[in-house]
């Protein structure tokens, strides 16, 4: 990493290579089933050898989770950059939604099949449990990010731990309606409007 916090070329290099083996992975996904891929054939798809892949990966649900794990750590970069007096849950909003709109064709409307693939993909018990050990990571960065933007205590007060949670349920709440949403939907808007619903404090819709 440059000086200056923006990656050099060798780190840009890497990066570039985890995407695309991470977008390979999805892709044979979506082509194939979850069951049917190989590092073998994720390798051979991104155009590297086999050993590229086990040195950025130790299996395909790594490679797949990875894009999940680099939005939550620009999520994480994202609202530390934030002005210090924008409302905290205007932050997170923008924290959350931007990455999946950077990332352009993730925030667009799935297939059928796209869908069922991504539910089979998240069914797996190794992609919940690799998953779980990144949110648990970037939890941490976000209770003491949250509570340093809140004048509170990470380890003593419960708002940032809160607040957190608060997160991680409108994930799982937008997720849930995205996957079974007929016909689909683009996620971002979901997970927007969740996010929104918290910071107004959840008003009775039937009101």
């Known amino acids: 990493m440059a000086e200056d916090g ?3 070329l060798r780190e840009r290099k890497k990066l ?8 390979a992975t999805l892709d044979l996904v979506f082509e194939r089933g979850l069951e049917n891929i190989r590092r073998e054939d994720i390798a051979a798809r991104a155009g590297v050898s086999i050993r590229t892949f086990n040195n950025y990966f ?20 994202i ?4 002005p210090a007096d924008e409302p905290l ?10 990455p999946l709109e950077d990332d352009g064709g993730e925030g667009g409307v799935p297939s059928p099949a796209q869908l069922a693939a991504v539910r089979e993909l998240l069914g797996a018990p190794e992609m ?9 990571g970037a939890d941490g960065e976000l209770i003491t990010l949250i509570a340093e933007r809140t004048g509170t205590d990470p380890a003593k007060d419960l708002y940032p731990r809160l607040v957190v949670a608060a997160i991680g ?3 799982q709440a937008a997720s849930e309606v995205y996957l079974n949403a007929e016909p689909p939907v683009p996620i971002v808007g979901l ?16 009101a």
Not at 16 to 23: G, I, N, V
Request: proline share 4%; hydrophobic share 40%.
């Open 89 to 98: 849950w205007t932050a997170i909003t923008v924290a959350c939604t931007k």
């Open 169 to 171: 349920s409108a994930w």
């Open 128 to 136: 919940a449990a690799t998953l779980q050990k990144a949110v648990l």
């Open 79 to 82: 609202l530390r950059s934030r």
């Open 58 to 77: 130790a299996s395909k649900y790594e490679a797949l989770a990875y894009r999940q794990i680099e939005r939550m750590k620009r999520s994480v970069r």
């Open 16 to 23: 570039q290579t985890r995407k695309a083996l991470s977008d």
């Open 191 to 206: 997970l927007r409007r969740a996010l929104e619903q918290i910071a107004a404090g959840l008003p009775d819709p039937s």
């Open 6 to 8: 923006v990656p050099g």
